[in-house]
């Protein structure tokens, strides 16, 4: 068990310094964006007849850091308010801290992010057993290739093809949104089936772009599987093609619960695409707004989430793996 | 001290003429393999002399704005009433000679970072393996977005000097563990053990070996850094200096309404075509090229 605690520390560390240098990235983004967000923001103040202490007072809060001192003050500054989750005021949303509007951005992330990559995740190590089996047949080859081209394919061209489909020539999904707004939000039938409809095609496009990894990935691991012994040994037995889920599909998942956890990470960025698209109000359409805007304070938080979120599904994927594989375990008992 | 070395300049003469031999033979097998190549010189035209054929700026027909897919406009019109096949073929130039620039650094500087730490070992190649963790951990696109209010990849060569400068990490990583496994191996342990200098080592051996696998993270760079730019100027954080295919995108989407009228739906698909041409292209041509350089999947 030390060495699994020794492992996780390093992991911390690493996800900390990580978490650091992204944190530094866009402090000095901020500072060196033409123009000088804040210059121009205290400008303004004055002019609409705020008096140049309570303007300066204004910016600081705003921007979350002092814009005077030196430079390394104004660092110290930021760092300090980001260990206090206190990531400075939005501009957009005047009055409320950028990290409660982060945070209720992520769940519009996070919910479809994980329901798409479960349902393709699922659909794949199935779709990728059959591949596996039928490999010299017709069904293996069009399985085999419909992977290699939805794999091939960016998200993007992914997301604009089936809004094409869905909500223009074909209108029966809605085009932006969480929920249609006559409903009321909370526990009931009506809002909970819009919301289902409005989170269809983000859903389906997380789905189909993680779908071709999946069933690859399978496919080339349970191939693997097949060849080991103890198949051979199974087959001896005289055991029916029944046992293939059982024995096969059970062995040759286990790599792939890594790649589960780094591709949830990964999707944390491409959801920029299918947000931006679909007008779905998580994170990576928050950073887009942001930028456009220019938020500078909700940009820098968005970017720092989005990546806090790879780094935290990174660590989950390899502790989880040392969890479910008792080989790498015992690996690590010996060194 | 003249007759090897003709010999051995005829050799290398041989080898090469069969090398080509080996080429067609390979492409000549399987027809996706040739319509592949097809497909990725044809694209390389179309970003050289493409813009030749048409006139600079575009004629507009303003009496026909979004007009239907016809013979005379193959892909209807823009909001403009521009022919947008003829938008297509123009704005790939910008697509195509950025994502070039981007496939050459990534596979430079990723082919000698690896290469380096592969081959050296030791305190270098922990330095350089951390430092392509960590540009493999933070992630491309929204350290794009953020980096695009300070840099406007004004011209495609800075584009692609931006995402080539960014994406080599992959690179790195797979090719300091083929370095690895390559150094074991005899011929190289016998290089050294001849006293060749490591430039000869490198640059005779192990280069020649790994040649086909970084053709192929070559190819494969170049259609990451199509999808990637072409998705920067779709998001519309950039601004719209050059006429290219991600501009076209965003314009249909958010300008024509493409997700809600069917009027802007051409103008949409035909950028979208060309993407999935150019991978299906050069996925093919992964595909052949896999066999053209590792004999041992050649099927005589």
Redesign the interface.
């Given at each position: 068990m030390t060495a699994f605690a020794r492992r996780l520390a390093g992991h911390l560390a690493r996800g900390l310094v990580m978490i650091l240098i992204v944190t530094t990235v866009s402090f000095f983004v901020i500072r060196s964006v033409p123009g000088d967000p804040m210059a121009a923001r205290y400008e303004k103040m004055v002019e609409q007849g705020m008096s140049p202490e309570a303007a300066q007072r204004a910016v600081e809060v705003l921007f979350g850091f002092a814009p005077t001192g030196s430079l390394w003050q104004q660092y110290v500054d930021y760092m300090s308010g980001l260990a206090r989750l206190d990531l400075g005021q939005s501009l957009t949303v005047p009055g409320v801290g950028v990290s409660t509007v982060l945070f209720s951005a992520a769940k519009w992330t996070i919910l479809p992010v994980l329901a798409g990559t479960l349902l393709s995740f699922l659909i794949g190590i199935v779709m990728g057993v059959y591949a596996a089996i039928k490999r010299s047949g017709k069904l293996g080859d069009i399985l085999a290739i419909s992977g290699s081209l939805l794999h091939g394919v960016p998200q993007y061209v992914l997301a604009l093809l089936l809004g094409a489909v869905f909500t223009t020539l074909w209108p029966i999904l809605p085009q932006g949104g969480t929920a249609d707004i006559m409903f009321e939000p909370g526990f009931n039938a009506g809002y909970i089936g819009s919301l289902v409809e409005h989170a269809t095609l983000p859903v389906l496009t997380y789905a189909l772009a993680g779908y071709g990894g999946w069933i690859l990935a399978m496919k080339s691991s349970v191939v693997t599987v097949l060849g080991d012994d103890f198949i051979l040994a199974a087959e001896l037995r005289g055991l029916k093609r029944g046992f293939i889920f059982r024995y096969v599909a059970r062995n040759a998942i286990l790599p792939l619960f890594t790649i589960l956890a780094l591709s949830l990470g990964m999707l944390f960025g491409g959801a920029i695409f299918i947000e931006r698209i679909f007008n779905y109000p998580g994170l990576g359409l928050m950073l887009i707004d942001s930028i456009t805007n220019r938020d500078y304070a909700l940009m820098g938080g968005a970017f720092l989430l989005i990546t806090a979120a790879i780094i935290v599904a990174n660590i989950a994927a390899d502790l989880f793996y040392t969890v479910i594989d008792p080989r790498v375990r015992s690996g690590e008992g010996v060194a | 001290m003249t007759a090897p070395t003709i010999a051995v300049g005829n050799g290398r003469a041989t080898l090469r003429r069969n090398f080509w031999h080996g080429v067609w033979r390979v492409l000549k097998r399987k027809p996706s393999r040739m319509a592949g190549m097809v497909i990725v010189l044809g694209f390389a035209f179309m970003g050289i002399f493409g813009p030749l054929f048409y006139p600079d700026p575009l004629p507009r027909d303003t009496a026909n704005l979004y007009a239907a897919p016809s013979w005379e406009h193959l892909f209807g019109t823009d909001f403009e009433g521009t022919d947008v096949l003829a938008l297509v073929v123009t704005g790939s130039s910008y697509v195509l000679l950025s994502a070039v620039i981007t496939a050459v650094i990534t596979v430079v500087l990723g082919t000698g970072i690896g290469l380096f730490a592969g081959f050296r070992r030791g305190r270098w190649d922990t330095v350089l393996m951390r430092i392509t963790d960590?540009k493999l951990?933070?992630?491309?696109?929204?350290?794009l977005?953020?980096?695009?209010?300070?840099w406007k990849f004004g011209s495609a060569i800075e584009m692609g000097l931006v995402l080539g400068l960014l994406g080599w990490g992959g690179v790195a990583r797979a090719v300091r563990s083929q370095t690895l496994s390559l150094r074991e191996r005899g011929f190289i342990e016998a290089a050294r053990g001849l006293g060749l200098s490591t430039t000869h080592i490198i640059g005779r051996e192990l280069l020649p070996s790994m040649a086909p696998f970084i053709a192929m993270n070559m190819l494969i760079a170049v259609?990451g850094a199509v999808?990637a730019q072409v998705?920067l100027f779709?998001?519309?954080?950039l601004p719209f200096e050059a006429n290219n295919w991600g501009v076209m995108?965003n314009l249909a989407?958010f300008g024509g309404g493409?997700?809600?009228?069917?009027a802007a739906?051409p103008y949409?698909?035909a950028p979208?075509l060309a993407?999935?041409l150019l991978?299906?292209g050069i996925?093919l041509a992964v595909d052949a090229m896999d066999e053209i350089f590792n004999p041992r999947l050649r099927e005589e």
């Amino acid at each position: 068990m030390t060495a699994f605690a020794r492992r996780l520390a390093g992991h911390l560390a690493r996800g900390l310094v990580m978490i650091l240098i992204v944190t530094t990235v866009s402090f000095f983004v901020i500072r060196s964006v033409p123009g000088d967000p804040m210059a121009a923001r205290y400008e303004k103040m004055v002019e609409q007849g705020m008096s140049p202490e309570a303007a300066q007072r204004a910016v600081e809060v705003l921007f979350g850091f002092a814009p005077t001192g030196s430079l390394w003050q104004q660092y110290v500054d930021y760092m300090s308010g980001l260990a206090r989750l206190d990531l400075g005021q939005s501009l957009t949303v005047p009055g409320v801290g950028v990290s409660t509007v982060l945070f209720s951005a992520a769940k519009w992330t996070i919910l479809p992010v994980l329901a798409g990559t479960l349902l393709s995740f699922l659909i794949g190590i199935v779709m990728g057993v059959y591949a596996a089996i039928k490999r010299s047949g017709k069904l293996g080859d069009i399985l085999a290739i419909s992977g290699s081209l939805l794999h091939g394919v960016p998200q993007y061209v992914l997301a604009l093809l089936l809004g094409a489909v869905f909500t223009t020539l074909w209108p029966i999904l809605p085009q932006g949104g969480t929920a249609d707004i006559m409903f009321e939000p909370g526990f009931n039938a009506g809002y909970i089936g819009s919301l289902v409809e409005h989170a269809t095609l983000p859903v389906l496009t997380y789905a189909l772009a993680g779908y071709g990894g999946w069933i690859l990935a399978m496919k080339s691991s349970v191939v693997t599987v097949l060849g080991d012994d103890f198949i051979l040994a199974a087959e001896l037995r005289g055991l029916k093609r029944g046992f293939i889920f059982r024995y096969v599909a059970r062995n040759a998942i286990l790599p792939l619960f890594t790649i589960l956890a780094l591709s949830l990470g990964m999707l944390f960025g491409g959801a920029i695409f299918i947000e931006r698209i679909f007008n779905y109000p998580g994170l990576g359409l928050m950073l887009i707004d942001s930028i456009t805007n220019r938020d500078y304070a909700l940009m820098g938080g968005a970017f720092l989430l989005i990546t806090a979120a790879i780094i935290v599904a990174n660590i989950a994927a390899d502790l989880f793996y040392t969890v479910i594989d008792p080989r790498v375990r015992s690996g690590e008992g010996v060194a | 001290m003249t007759a090897p070395t003709i010999a051995v300049g005829n050799g290398r003469a041989t080898l090469r003429r069969n090398f080509w031999h080996g080429v067609w033979r390979v492409l000549k097998r399987k027809p996706s393999r040739m319509a592949g190549m097809v497909i990725v010189l044809g694209f390389a035209f179309m970003g050289i002399f493409g813009p030749l054929f048409y006139p600079d700026p575009l004629p507009r027909d303003t009496a026909n704005l979004y007009a239907a897919p016809s013979w005379e406009h193959l892909f209807g019109t823009d909001f403009e009433g521009t022919d947008v096949l003829a938008l297509v073929v123009t704005g790939s130039s910008y697509v195509l000679l950025s994502a070039v620039i981007t496939a050459v650094i990534t596979v430079v500087l990723g082919t000698g970072i690896g290469l380096f730490a592969g081959f050296r070992r030791g305190r270098w190649d922990t330095v350089l393996m951390r430092i392509t963790d960590m540009k493999l951990t933070i992630p491309g696109l929204p350290l794009l977005l953020v980096l695009s209010t300070i840099w406007k990849f004004g011209s495609a060569i800075e584009m692609g000097l931006v995402l080539g400068l960014l994406g080599w990490g992959g690179v790195a990583r797979a090719v300091r563990s083929q370095t690895l496994s390559l150094r074991e191996r005899g011929f190289i342990e016998a290089a050294r053990g001849l006293g060749l200098s490591t430039t000869h080592i490198i640059g005779r051996e192990l280069l020649p070996s790994m040649a086909p696998f970084i053709a192929m993270n070559m190819l494969i760079a170049v259609t990451g850094a199509v999808y990637a730019q072409v998705g920067l100027f779709f998001l519309g954080v950039l601004p719209f200096e050059a006429n290219n295919w991600g501009v076209m995108l965003n314009l249909a989407v958010f300008g024509g309404g493409a997700m809600s009228s069917p009027a802007a739906l051409p103008y949409l698909m035909a950028p979208l075509l060309a993407i999935l041409l150019l991978t299906l292209g050069i996925v093919l041509a992964v595909d052949a090229m896999d066999e053209i350089f590792n004999p041992r999947l050649r099927e005589e």
